[in-house]
């Protein structure tokens, strides 16, 4: 496995960017705290336990284009507009873009919003079809296939996502253990019964939601409980690779702390790879073994995370730094 467990220890580095190296990023602090017997079980019958490291990447993503028509005006409104007629050309959102992300390995995408990033983890997750490129997961092209059909595709449970509005993802109608059970029902080889209630259960002990709280739907939530049951969601399946879209944008400082520690922890015990989305560069600056930066569709920096934070390399990665809120003395 790539990269050690990191614990949070103080919320004040992680907002302002106090602590260690040129006081851009939050302290670390190696552990091993001891896992729960759910999450204990869990490692230890997950896919990935006793699997040594590969040689060959488990995504690997070349070339990646994404494009959308634009609507075309007519010649009185170009002008009105500023716009040649003929100004047709497709938008691009994601320029011809190349990574690749080990097993075990947490790999941090950061840029400013509408740089791609979304729109990146929605490809590789499938949710949206490429316009050209390769995405390669564990030796399968599945960019090939269309994302319509990947839903039903073998490694559909392979590939999960935690999104980044835990409300909005949730289905109001559906109950905690509702929506846990979900992919366990559509996927997975309990589908109904005490079984999947127990197997629900285990997963909410796993990521520290209260048992007592599955029966309840998302509105008499809090949000952090909504976003552990979205973590739950994500990994009923045991997935070798989780995206995690801006997780914690929507919850306080407090909230964010808790649940980047259950991240950081399940990875340690499962072996996940993570595809962490973010434009705040002090968390995957934490979560993170490498980082990519991105703008306006393109890559313009990836190395290993002190690398490209303590050091950047490129103008922009420094005005992103740089734009880091301090608080005043």
């Known amino acids: 496995m790539i990269g050690t467990a990191r614990r949070l220890v103080s919320l004040g580095p992680l907002l302002w960017g106090e602590g260690r190296g040129q006081g851009l990023l939050p ?3 190696d552990s091993r705290r001891a896992p729960s017997p759910g999450a204990q079980a ?15 990447p488990l995504l690997a993503v070349e070339n990646l284009v994404k494009e959308y028509p634009r609507n075309g005006m007519p010649g009185a409104f170009a002008k009105l507009f500023g716009r040649e007629p003929d100004e047709d050309k497709p938008f691009r959102a994601v320029g011809g873009i190349s990574f690749t ?3 075990g ?3 941090g995408l950061v840029g400013e919003s509408g740089c791609g990033k979304s729109t990146t983890s929605m490809m590789v997750m499938r949710l949206i079809d490429k ?3 390769r995405i390669e997961f564990d030796g399968e092209d599945i960019g090939a296939v269309p994302a319509k059909q990947f839903a039903r595709q073998a490694a559909r449970k392979r590939i999960q996502m935690v999104f980044q509005d835990a409300t909005d993802s949730l289905n109001p109608r559906f109950t905690a253990v509702r929506a846990i059970a979900d992919p366990l029902m559509r996927l997975g080889d309990v589908k109904r019964g005490p079984a999947l209630r127990a197997r629900c259960e285990e997963l909410a002990t796993e990521v520290g939601l209260p048992v007592e709280l599955l029966d309840r739907f998302p509105h008499q939530l809090s949000g952090g409980q909504k976003a552990r049951v979205g973590i739950a969601r994500a990994i009923a399946l045991r997935p070798e690779l989780v995206i995690l879209d801006e997780p914690t944008a929507a919850l306080d400082v407090s909230v964010q702390a808790v649940v980047l520690n259950l991240l950081a922890d399940l990875k340690a015990l499962s072996g996940m790879s993570y595809l962490f989305v973010s434009h705040d560069l002090n968390v995957v600056g934490l979560l993170c073994d490498r980082v990519i930066v991105m703008r306006a569709g393109e890559i313009v920096e990836q190395g290993l995370s002190d690398e490209v934070l303590l050091a950047p390399k490129s103008e922009y990665t420094r005005d992103l730094l740089a734009a880091i809120p301090h608080p005043p003395m």
Request: proline share 4%; no cysteine.
């Open 27 to 29: 302290q670390r602090q």
């Open 42 to 56: 869990r490692a230890d019958l997950s896919p990935q336990a006793g699997r040594g490291k590969a040689s060959a």
């Open 101 to 103: 992300i080990a097993r």
């Open 105 to 107: 390995e947490s790999v």
């Open 131 to 133: 316009t050209s490129g």
